[in-house]
């Protein structure tokens, strides 16, 4: 059986692209005409759909402008001053009204959509205000009228107006036009000087308006700004100071930076609305129960001498502050106890106006943990209806509720604190475990500390014994804030018997109990710490050895203690780890970036920082030039006096061309016993200079030997981008080619080839 026949592709429909495409080859090519045609009006075409929309839209975005330049050509040329009105006028009055109504659409429009006002709209619109306004004046000029007539001051109001509701960049360029246009208007008029005085006063008036207007409405919105953040500042500070008195806030005084305030911020004002509500009610319905007129709740100050108002039943005038040692509730704060009166009662000063109480309830409010008092609630009548033992038990209570609400508030507080101090320490952990360099490392502990305790004064200090004798510097020392303490930063000391010094001595933390240090000497016996009230050293340790010490302070007393300080010596044996890691990296990359025997950087740094350097000089066309340059007769030193000579005349040009350099410039050991010297912003000129400077200090040099004084000389060729060439290779080359040259025609010298081949072309 045959197979069976594979099954035909399927036709393409008769007009469809496929069938369109495969018909092509075959078909003929089209006329001229219809060439021409679909490249005019078709879709592509130059007068097609597409394009006249596209024209359309510049056309009607340009109207503004278009009106704008037109107008105020007419302004300058005055014919629109000229008398009667007629087409002119009318077409100029057309054009610049379809052009603002256009602006005034397009803005409506965008304004509902949300889009700002942008320059350009701010431009378009101020333009023709102000176009629109001189128009009319010129008009009324026209029609009769004098030329100081009141039309005039249209002019004043417009730039004023623009002044004060554009902003600044737009304003004061359409002041600018505003002159201008007056110039233009005077110049146009024939120039005559008769008129100066008449244009100064409309220009000083143009400017006094603008500057006057702008000025009272800035200062009014400046007015208004400093107004609502001075109204913000005291709601914060009032639920801050709320938070305090209800212990929801710590009360330690420190000053927190940061996203850590705004965290306490938003804690504080979040649990303070609530536990305001929740007393709030409590005490609206304990003043309806006890019949009361007012009811409030005072919590005790820091330093328990006065009695602060937290809330208050809604209707009682109540003072916000109460002396806590004088009148009933002085008594209650005393003894602890409740206090009921009744009849003319005398030394009630917690209500603001209105008649005395005649009658007084007031309970002590005590915490539920310790029994601590917290403060004292309140309920008083105008009658002289006495208060019982059943409405002190009620409003005991209610006391008791009180104190409840607030303890659930303050264990909430101490839950979410104890938590960011916990973030707050693993995240300065963190980063200095990200940190590669040493100064990175003494910012970050520094940081880290400020996170975690009150830091008014900070220092870093690092052991130095490589001299043989042990001294101590001052790698970084900070204020509070951030700031730097110059005056510290740098300081160096010798091993003595000061905190310091005695701390990496031990290994321990320092002191270990309070002392007076207005009279302890922190570094040495000059430098003086003022202001503190505490203090705490901690050593930089890494396995068995102490690098230096972290140094804080702080103005409040017993800033450091407990929990503080364990973390502060857990930050500090991080940090010494950090130091350790990062002076290792940097010691691999001087190792892996510079040559082990000259100090100078490696031929593969120098070709990395060559291509930077050149890759900035293309990007600002600055100069650049190159220096290559070679040791004479280096084999024979070697031969002669040694490989050991030899590298001490390698160290000894190395310094000197170190020295020679400038803190930008690259110096380089090439190869051998070539260097290179890349000098950025350098032209030819001041490269020759420099070399030949380079090449008088080495031959001048002596290098003292066993066998005796020695002294050589160098080679050095000059290249310069981008004269002798703008590519890497080419001034490698040509400084090369320079180095070749000098050699062949006696050493000693510098040669700029680029500069030699001009020379002997001209």
Same mark, same amino acid.
Request: proline share 4%; with cysteine.
């Given at each position: 059986?045959?197979?069976?026949?594979?099954?035909?592709?399927?036709?393409?429909?008769?007009?469809?692209?496929?069938?369109?495409? $495969?018909?092509?080859?075959?078909?003929?090519?089209?006329?001229?005409?219809?060439?021409?045609?679909?490249?005019?009006?078709?879709?592509?075409?130059?007068?097609?759909?597409?394009?006249?929309?596209?024209?359309?839209?510049?056309?009607?975005?340009?109207?503004?402008?278009?009106?704008?330049?037109?107008?105020?050509?007419?302004?300058?040329?005055?014919?629109?001053?000229?008398?009667?009105?007629?087409?002119?006028?009318?077409?100029?009055?057309?054009?610049?009204?379809?052009?603002?109504?256009?602006?005034?659409?397009?803005?409506?429009?965008?304004?509902?959509?949300?889009?700002?006002?942008?320059?350009? @709209?701010?431009?378009?619109?101020?333009? !023709?205000?102000?176009?629109? /306004?001189? /128009?009319?004046?010129?008009?009324?000029? /026209?029609?009769?009228?004098? =030329?100081?007539?009141?039309?005039?001051?249209?002019?004043?109001?417009?730039?004023?107006?623009?002044?004060?509701?554009?902003?600044?960049?737009?304003?004061?360029?359409?002041?600018?036009?505003?002159?201008?246009?007056?110039?233009?208007?005077?110049?146009?008029?024939? *120039?005559?000087?008769?008129?100066?005085?008449?244009?100064?006063?409309?220009?000083?008036?143009?400017?006094?308006?603008?500057?006057?207007?702008?000025?009272?409405?800035?200062?009014?919105?400046?007015?208004?700004?400093?107004?609502?953040?001075?109204?913000? @500042?005291? #709601?914060?500070?009032? !639920?801050?100071?709320?938070?305090?008195?209800?212990?929801?806030?710590?009360?330690?005084?420190?000053?927190?930076?940061?996203?850590?305030?705004? #965290? /306490?911020?938003?804690?504080?004002?979040?649990?303070?609305?609530?536990?305001?509500?929740?007393? #709030?009610?409590?005490?609206?319905?304990?003043?309806?129960?006890?019949?009361?007129?007012?009811? *409030?709740?005072?919590?005790?100050?820091?330093?328990?001498?006065?009695?602060?108002?937290?809330?208050?039943?809604?209707?009682?005038?109540?003072?916000?502050?109460?002396?806590?040692?004088?009148?009933?509730? %002085?008594?209650?704060?005393?003894?602890?106890?409740?206090?009921?009166?009744?009849?003319?009662?005398?030394?009630?000063?917690?209500?603001?106006?209105?008649?005395?109480?005649?009658?007084? !309830? +007031?309970?002590?409010?005590?915490?539920?943990?310790?029994?601590?008092?917290?403060?004292?609630?309140?309920?008083?009548?105008?009658?002289?209806?006495?208060?019982?033992?059943?409405?002190?038990?009620?409003?005991?209570?209610?006391?008791?509720?009180?104190?409840?609400?607030?303890?659930?508030?303050?264990?909430?507080?101490?839950?979410?604190?104890?938590?960011? @101090?916990?973030?707050?320490?693993?995240?300065?952990?963190?980063?200095?475990?990200?940190?590669?360099?040493?100064?990175?490392?003494?910012? +970050?502990?520094?940081?880290?500390?400020?996170?975690?305790?009150?830091?008014?004064?900070?220092?870093?200090?690092?052991?130095?014994?490589?001299?043989?004798?042990?001294?101590?510097?001052?790698?970084?020392?900070?204020?509070?804030?951030?700031?730097?303490?110059?005056?510290?930063?740098?300081?160096?000391?010798?091993?003595?018997?000061?905190?310091?010094?005695?701390?990496?001595?031990?290994?321990?933390?320092?002191?270990?109990?309070?002392?007076?240090?207005?009279?302890?000497?922190?570094?040495?016996?000059?430098?003086?710490?003022?202001?503190?009230?505490?203090?705490?050293?901690?050593?930089?340790?890494?396995?068995?050895?102490?690098?230096?010490?972290?140094?804080?302070?702080?103005?409040?007393?017993?800033?450091?203690?407990?929990?503080?300080?364990?973390?502060?010596?857990?930050?500090?044996?991080?940090?010494?780890?950090?130091?350790?890691? +990062?002076?290792?990296?940097?010691?691999?990359?001087?190792?892996?970036?510079?040559?082990?025997?000259?100090?100078?950087?490696?031929?593969?740094?120098?070709?990395?920082?060559?291509?930077?350097? !050149?890759?900035?000089?293309?990007?600002?066309?600055?100069?650049?030039?190159?220096?290559?340059?070679?040791?004479?007769?280096?084999? $024979?030193?070697?031969?002669?006096?040694?490989?050991?000579?030899?590298?001490?005349?390698?160290?000894?040009?190395?310094?000197?061309?170190?020295?020679?350099?400038?803190?930008?410039?690259?110096?380089?050991?090439?190869? %051998?016993?070539?260097?290179?010297?890349?000098?950025?912003?350098?032209?030819?000129?001041?490269?020759?200079?420099?070399?030949?400077?380079?090449?008088?200090?080495?031959?001048?040099?002596?290098?003292?030997?066993?066998?005796?004084?020695?002294?050589?000389?160098?080679?050095?060729?000059?290249?310069?981008?981008?004269?002798?060439? =703008?590519?890497?290779?080419?001034?490698?080359?040509?400084?090369?080619?320079?180095?070749?040259?000098?050699?062949?025609?006696?050493?000693?010298?510098?040669?700029?080839?680029?500069?030699?081949?001009?020379?002997?072309?001209?």
């Amino acid at each position: 059986m045959s197979p069976p026949a594979a099954a035909a592709p399927p036709r393409a429909p008769v007009g469809s692209a496929r069938e369109m495409r $495969s018909r092509l080859p075959a078909a003929r090519s089209r006329p001229l005409l219809v060439l021409a045609w679909a490249a005019l009006l078709g879709d592509d075409g130059l007068l097609g759909e597409p394009a006249r929309r596209r024209a359309g839209r510049a056309a009607l975005r340009a109207l503004p402008a278009l009106a704008a330049v037109m107008t105020a050509a007419l302004l300058v040329a005055r014919p629109l001053a000229a008398a009667p009105l007629g087409r002119a006028h009318a077409a100029a009055g057309l054009l610049l009204a379809g052009a603002l109504a256009g602006v005034l659409v397009r803005r409506l429009r965008r304004g509902r959509a949300g889009r700002r006002l942008d320059a350009r @709209e701010a431009l378009e619109l101020g333009a !023709l205000v102000l176009l629109a /306004a001189a /128009a009319l004046t010129r008009a009324a000029e /026209a029609g009769g009228l004098p =030329r100081d007539a009141a039309l005039q001051p249209l002019v004043y109001l417009a730039v004023a107006a623009l002044s004060a509701s554009l902003p600044r960049g737009p304003g004061l360029a359409l002041v600018a036009g505003a002159l201008a246009l007056e110039a233009g208007g005077w110049w146009g008029q024939g *120039g005559v000087a008769a008129d100066l005085p008449r244009l100064a006063a409309r220009g000083g008036f143009i400017a006094l308006f603008a500057l006057l207007y702008h000025g009272v409405l800035g200062a009014r919105i400046a007015a208004g700004r400093r107004a609502e953040a001075a109204a913000m @500042e005291r #709601r914060r500070r009032e !639920l801050d100071e709320r938070a305090r008195q209800l212990r929801l806030l710590a009360v330690s005084g420190e000053a927190a930076e940061g996203g850590r305030a705004e #965290r /306490a911020e938003r804690l504080g004002e979040a649990a303070v609305l609530e536990t305001d509500g929740a007393a #709030r009610g409590l005490l609206d319905v304990a003043g309806a129960a006890l019949r009361a007129t007012a009811a *409030g709740a005072y919590l005790l100050s820091d330093d328990d001498r006065e009695l602060r108002l937290w809330e208050g039943r809604a209707g009682s005038r109540l003072a916000r502050v109460l002396a806590a040692g004088e009148g009933p509730l %002085g008594g209650v704060v005393k003894r602890r106890a409740a206090v009921r009166m009744h009849g003319e009662l005398r030394g009630l000063r917690h209500r603001e106006g209105g008649p005395a109480p005649r009658a007084l !309830l +007031a309970v002590p409010l005590l915490s539920r943990v310790g029994g601590h008092l917290r403060g004292v609630v309140l309920a008083d009548r105008d009658e002289a209806v006495p208060f019982d033992e059943a409405d002190e038990r009620l409003l005991e209570a209610v006391a008791a509720e009180l104190a409840r609400a607030a303890a659930a508030e303050r264990l909430i507080r101490d839950g979410r604190a104890r938590r960011e @101090e916990q973030e707050r320490f693993y995240g300065a952990i963190e980063r200095l475990n990200r940190v590669t360099t040493p100064r990175q490392v003494l910012d +970050a502990v520094l940081a880290a500390a400020a996170d975690m305790v009150t830091v008014d004064f900070g220092a870093v200090t690092l052991q130095d014994d490589g001299t043989g004798s042990i001294r101590h510097k001052v790698a970084r020392a900070v204020l509070a804030g951030g700031a730097t303490a110059a005056e510290l930063e740098g300081k160096e000391f010798a091993d003595n018997g000061g905190l310091v010094a005695c701390a990496v001595r031990l290994g321990s933390s320092l002191p270990g109990k309070a002392l007076r240090l207005s009279e302890a000497i922190v570094f040495d016996e000059e430098t003086r710490l003022r202001g503190l009230s505490s203090l705490k050293i901690l050593p930089l340790r890494t396995g068995d050895a102490v690098l230096g010490t972290l140094v804080v302070g702080a103005h409040r007393p017993l800033a450091y203690d407990g929990d503080a300080v364990r973390q502060l010596e857990i930050l500090g044996l991080q940090a010494g780890d950090a130091l350790q890691r +990062a002076r290792l990296f940097e010691a691999t990359e001087r190792l892996a970036t510079t040559d082990g025997l000259t100090g100078l950087v490696n031929h593969r740094t120098f070709q990395a920082r060559l291509d930077e350097h !050149l890759a900035a000089a293309q990007r600002y066309g600055k100069k650049l030039s190159l220096l290559l340059t070679d040791i004479d007769h280096f084999k $024979s030193v070697n031969d002669t006096w040694g490989h050991p000579v030899g590298d001490l005349v390698l160290k000894g040009v190395a310094r000197i061309l170190q020295k020679e350099a400038r803190v930008t410039d690259v110096a380089a050991r090439y190869g %051998g016993e070539e260097f290179a010297l890349v000098m950025p912003e350098t032209d030819q000129a001041g490269a020759l200079r420099t070399a030949e400077r380079i090449r008088e200090k080495v031959a001048g040099a002596r290098f003292r030997t066993e066998q005796g004084e020695l002294s050589v000389t160098i080679s050095i060729g000059v290249a310069t981008f981008p004269g002798d060439g =703008r590519q890497k290779a080419e001034l490698v080359e040509l400084a090369d080619g320079g180095l070749y040259h000098a050699k062949r025609h006696g050493r000693n010298q510098t040669v700029a080839l680029g500069q030699l081949r001009a020379a002997r072309r001209a």
